[in-house]
Structures are given as structure tokens and as C-alpha cells.
């Protein structure tokens, strides 16, 4: 006999967008790929826990992180390999980023033509720390991102390079490198900015927590979670660049052309101008995605952690445009802080202590307007419209020792973040998609069903409608809110919607087969249907 249900899929709707759900567990060594309903597609094998971030790439092969153990860096998120594996599990690529010196963590990206940005940390001693103006005296381990360019098996080539330590601004000093008002140099960290946890909390004094990569505008994304900022800069400069300042928050060369989130970081603002709280997951969304702002080139999507936010740790998905100007910079006022100053969409709408996940987490919009949310300390993967509907759910149903048993209480399936991948997508064509059993052990009977209807973007001033040709039942969605109306094809109306919304689900059940119009009123628009 079974009990009651605690993990694997809790609901599959026909509004949630169809795809493949890459994740795992943080302190497994095993990847997941499952359908909507929660059946292994595919799985990988690894020597190597998770550290902590894993992607599938358009050929089918997956990359990950690996946890490597160290004696020198030891806070959160440690990771210290990236592999690389076939869709059948063979290893192909595989390489150490770490020693005694510098060590990779968290998160990173992998670019069009196969290099792979690494974000980790980079030991400097105490004493180096005290020559930059470091009012501490302790080890520091400022932030770094290297591009590989994997060779081989196991090595590759740094083609490319960035630090925090090259972009450091003190004010207790002016016999020492980089002396200056930190509010005169918004571009430059301030290295004796005093964060709520400490200042250098073990050396991890910024602890940033993601890297993201955009092609269109050659520039990186980076998070940090002590300082709860944001932060973009460029990737076009050379090595010899990247170190260097031009002056300015709008320049080029290493210095942040961005920075958003905590204006108190550099001198410009107070904790009551504070808007994210230890944020994690900060990623552009794709120009092809649907988006609640205005511009596709400058749309952010992030995981809002919460903590010790005004109104209580609560948490929230957030999503705003940047001030990206023409030249690829971004806008500021001389003495102000950089926008914007509202978000475009938030889940939840109202913030609720129902939401809350401490650390890690994630979220990704999806090519239907929906949006997957990881609830990362919960293993908690689900998916809402922008109207906040649950129409899918999924608790990680394994943990450090494998599949969990149904049932029983979900120990260590904390998933640092998961990714839907379209049924359409290039690195699943021409595989094996023919789904198994559950990940966890024990399952539950299960009658859920794949809906592959909605996959599409919606497009501007259009709806859509599936299935087409129907039975009896259809559901209409569209980007605006509508009162669809039903018509036989001589003009008599038959049938519509009480309200405006943008989703509406259809009973024609009192209709005989034939060809009927459905129009969305409010878009004057019409599509013609067939009732089987």
C-alpha cells in the first residue's frame, strides 16, 4: 500500500510548456532528464558530486560541474571541475580548475563556439589584501572569470580573463593603489564595503553566485549574493583590457559597465534603497522569449532569495528591463544610482511567507509565457503563468544517495537550479525520448498525460488554440486579456466568455461536428476551428 505522496510529480496541466527538465541534486552525482511527467528520460553518471550547475548542450551532450575537495577554499557552492558527457554517459571532456590558488564555484557558461567562461574564486593573502587599502588584514578571494578553450580530454588554454581584484576602489588610504570616494567610481568594487554577513566571511567577501553569457551584446552577467548586486561587464576587450579602467561607470576596458540591486555598495544609497537580498540565478532573457517589459535585448529574469528583507524573508522571481543605451552601455545619472526603478513582473504579485528559499534557487522563462521557478532548498521545481497559476510541479525525487523511496521524507534533494528544454530543441533531435519509470523508487500509479499543444510563443496581437481539431473541450490563450467568442461559419454566435482573461478553457460540447470561428474580441482576431 502506498502513502502519502511526498515527491515526483504533483501536477502536469495542458498550460504547462512541453520539454525536458534538466536538473540534480546538490550532493548527488547524478543528472536528471525528465518529461512533464516525471519519467527518466535520460540520466548521467558522474565520479563527482554536483558543483553545482549543469547544462545540455544543442548537440546532446551534457556539461556539468563537479565538486572537487579543498583545504584552502571552503565556502558554499564550491565546485572545482567541468565535464563534459555523451548523451549515452561516456565522459569525453573533463578538467580540474582547482588548487591552492584559485578554484572554480557555483556556476558557468558555456559560449556559441564551445569555450566555457568559469567562474571562481582566486586566493590573495592577507598581505596583498593590506596593499589595496583592505582594512581587515585577512585573506580575500576576489572574484574571477576565465574562458577555456578545452582541448583534448582534460586540459584547455585560457584565452581570456577577468578579476575583481583589478577593479578595486579604497577611500583609508591615498598612499595605496586605486584611493578614491567609492561614490566617485560606481565602476569599481569598494573594497571595504561591509556587508550584512561580514565582511570577508573566510575570504568569500563577495561571493558571487552565477555567470551568464550574452552573445548579441558580448557581455557577462555576474551575481554576487553578500553584496546583492548584480553586475555586467564586457567581454570584447582583450586580457590586457579587461585589466584596466577607462574612468568612468560608462567605460569600457574590465570595470562594471552595470551594476543594480544595493546602490549602498558604492556610497549612493541606504538599506532602505535596497532591492535585492542575496539574489541568485540573474540571466537576460532570450530576445526570442516572451517578456512583460519592453525591450528583448535588456529583459532580466532572477531568483530573489529575501533574506532579511524589510517585510520578512520572503522571497520572489523578479523580472526588469535594463537602461541599455545604443553604444551597449548603460545610463546613469552624474551622482545617481542606474535603474530601473520598478520591477515588470513578479512572482508572487504580492510577496507571501508561503514563498521563501534561503539560498540557492533559480527561475526561466519559457517560449509559452510561462515561468519554471526552482525552489532550490526544498527541491521544489514548479511552473506559473504570468498570472501566477501552478500548472505544473515537481519535487527532485533523489538525493546523496540516489532515488529517494515514495512516500518518505525527502532528504538532501536541495536542487541548486533546473532548466526546461523544448521538445523541438536541436540537442534532442534524432535521440531516444522514450520515457521510463520515475526517478523515485516505489512510485505512486500515475495517469499523467503529455500535452504537447502548448509549445509555442505567443506573438503580439495573436492567440492560440489547441487542440485544433477538437472534440469536445479547448483551451484559447492569448498575450492579452480577451473575451474569445465562438461563431458558426453562416455568422450565429454559439458561444463566449464571461470575462476577459488570457487563457480560456472552452466547452463545445453542445455542438455538433463541423467548422465554427473563434475570435478573440478584444484582438480582433479569428481562427477557424474543426470539431471532429
Excluded at 79 to 105: K, P, Y
Excluded at 129 to 145: I, K, N, R, S
Excluded at 336 to 351: F, H, I, K, S, V
Aim: hydrophobic share 35%; with cysteine.
Amino acid at each position: 500500500m502506498h502513502g502519502q505522496q511526498t515527491m515526483g510529480l504533483f501536477s502536469n496541466s495542458s498550460n504547462a510548456y512541453d520539454g525536458y527538465t534538466l536538473h540534480g541534486a546538490i550532493g548527488s552525482t547524478e543528472t536528471y532528464l525528465i518529461d512533464n511527467c516525471g519519467r527518466v528520460v535520460n540520466s548521467w553518471s558522474s565520479d563527482y558530486t554536483a558543483g553545482t550547475s549543469s547544462y545540455l548542450m544543442e548537440n546532446g551532450d551534457l556539461v556539468r560541474a563537479g565538486r572537487v575537495a579543498s583545504e584552502v577554499f571552503g565556502s558554499g557552492g564550491l565546485g572545482g571541475r567541468i565535464e563534459r558527457f555523451s548523451w549515452e554517459g561516456e565522459l569525453l571532456w573533463g578538467m580540474n580548475f582547482a588548487n591552492d590558488t584559485i578554484h572554480q564555484h557555483h556556476d558557468f557558461a558555456v559560449m556559441p563556439g564551445g569555450n566555457i567562461l568559469v567562474l571562481a574564486w582566486a586566493m590573495r593573502s592577507a598581505e596583498q589584501a593590506a596593499a589595496v587599502g583592505d582594512v581587515d588584514g585577512e585573506m580575500l578571494w576576489p572574484e574571477t572569470v576565465l574562458e577555456i578553450e578545452p582541448s583534448g580530454t582534460d586540459s584547455g588554454s585560457v584565452v581570456w580573463s577577468w578579476t575583481a581584484w583589478e577593479h578595486l576602489v579604497q577611500n583609508v588610504d591615498n598612499t595605496l593603489p586605486n584611493f578614491g570616494e567609492p561614490a566617485n567610481f560606481p565602476e569599481r568594487f569598494d573594497v571595504n564595503y561591509i556587508n550584512p554577513a561580514g565582511q570577508n566571511a573566510g575570504g568569500d567577501f563577495q561571493h558571487f553566485n552565477s555567470i551568464d553569457y550574452n552573445a548579441e551584446l558580448d557581455q557577462i552577467m555576474l551575481s554576487s549574493k553578500r553584496w546583492s548586486e548584480i553586475y555586467i561587464i564586457d567581454h570584447s576587450t582583450t586580457m590586457e583590457e579587461s585589466a584596466g579602467s577607462t574612468g568612468g561607470a560608462a567605460g569600457r576596458g574590465g570595470d562594471l559597465l552595470y551594476r543594480w540591486g544595493n546602490p549602498a555598495t558604492y556610497d549612493r544609497g541606504t538599506a532602505a534603497d535596497k532591492v535585492l537580498f542575496g539574489q541568485h540565478h540573474p540571466h537576460w532573457i532570450a530576445s526570442s522569449l516572451p517578456i512583460s517589459g519592453s525591450n528583448p535585448t535588456a529583459s532580466v529574469l532572477l531568483f530573489n532569495n529575501g533574506n532579511n528583507r524589510p517585510e520578512g524573508d520572503l522571497s520572489s522571481v523578479d523580472e526588469l528591463t535594463l537602461p541599455l543605451l545604443e553604444d551597449g552601455t548603460y545610463a546613469i545619472e552624474e551622482g545617481g544610482t542606474y535603474g530601473p526603478e520598478a520591477l515588470d513582473w513578479r512572482y508572487p504579485e504580492n510577496l507571501s511567507d508561503a514563498f521563501f528559499g534561503q539560498r540557492i534557487s533559480g527561475a526561466q522563462r519559457l517560449p509559452g509565457g510561462t515561468t519554471l521557478i526552482c525552489l532550490g532548498p526544498d527541491g521544489r521545481l514548479f511552473e506559473v503563468t504570468d498570472e501566477g497559476e501552478l500548472v505544473w510541479e515537481y519535487i527532485t525525487a533523489h538525493g546523496n544517495e540516489g532515488p529517494l523511496v515514495q512516500g518518505g521524507y525527502p532528504i538532501g534533494n536541495s536542487t541548486f537550479r533546473a532548466t526546461r528544454y523544448a521538445a523541438d530543441y536541436a540537442g534532442l533531435s534524432g535521440l531516444d525520448l522514450t520515457p521510463g519509470e520515475p526517478v523515485e523508487l516505489d512510485p505512486l500509479p500515475s495517469d499523467c498525460e503529455i500535452f504537447a499543444g502548448l509549445t509555442a510563443r505567443i506573438e503580439p496581437a495573436a492567440f492560440a488554440v489547441h487542440p485544433n481539431p477538437f472534440n469536445d473541450r479547448l483551451t484559447l490563450m492569448s498575450n492579452k486579456p480577451s473575451r474569445p467568442e465562438v461563431y458558426e461559419l453562416s455568422g450565429r454566435l454559439v458561444w463566449r466568455a464571461e470575462r476577459a482573461a488570457k487563457q480560456h478553457e472552452i466547452d463545445l460540447g453542445n455542438l455538433p461536428p463541423g467548422a465554427y470561428l473563434v475570435r478573440a474580441s478584444d484582438a480582433n482576431l479569428a481562427q477557424l476551428l474543426i470539431k471532429h
